[in-house]
């Protein structure tokens, strides 16, 4: 059987598309885990959480922070997502 006969059981083209999106997702919208390992960096150099710059403009920005904690906050099409560091896991809502 030859490569294109069985395109009617996986499609190469949709899978292409599903990549390109997701590749310009990466690249146009922030990601709480590199925000999240930013201020992990930040915080080995500084001692705290407290300042730092993230980046993220108006999509993602740093709630608040302390020298021991932080909370990023996401919010895209599907809604606000926060982020409680260090260690934590992306969950929905607002920072508290």
Known sequence: MAFGDCGHL????RA???????????LTQPSLADAALSLERYHALAGTYADADVGGGWTLRLRWANDTAYCLEWVDADGP???VG??????????S
């Open 10 to 13: 996986w499609h190469p083209e």
């Open 81 to 83: 997502r926060h982020l």
């Open 86 to 95: 260090p260690g934590g896991s992306p969950a929905i809502g607002f920072c």
């Open 16 to 26: 292409v598309a599903a990549a390109q999106t997701a590749v310009a997702r990466a």
